[in-house]
């Protein structure tokens, strides 16, 4: 069945804030310039921006389980 707008509005929002994270952390680990030292041998910089890397495939990973939540075929949709 036909998804409501309003859930493809909050999965595209969703989708562009991860990818925003993604793109930040690609950034600060690779990119940047700034410096924090370095922890077990690895810039804290490159574990900062890999760090946000995963929260933002983290967030994309919880967009698709929502947009999968939204089916009206779902036997448990409706149960009280």
């Known amino acids: 069945m036909k ?3 309003a859930i493809w509005i909050n999965v595209g929002f969703r989708l562009i804030v991860a ?6 952390g690609l950034y600060v680990a690779f990119y940047s310039e700034f410096d924090l030292g370095t922890n077990f041998g690895v810039p804290t910089i490159v574990l900062f921006g890999l ?7 983290f967030r994309i990973w919880r ?3 929502y947009f ?6 779902d036997e448990e949709y409706q149960k009280y």
């Open 3 to 5: 998804k409501p707008v």
């Open 51 to 57: 760090l946000f890397m995963a929260y933002g495939l």
């Open 68 to 73: 999968n939540s939204t089916d009206e075929d």
């Open 19 to 24: 990818f925003a994270y993604f793109l930040l």
């Open 63 to 65: 967009a698709y389980a």
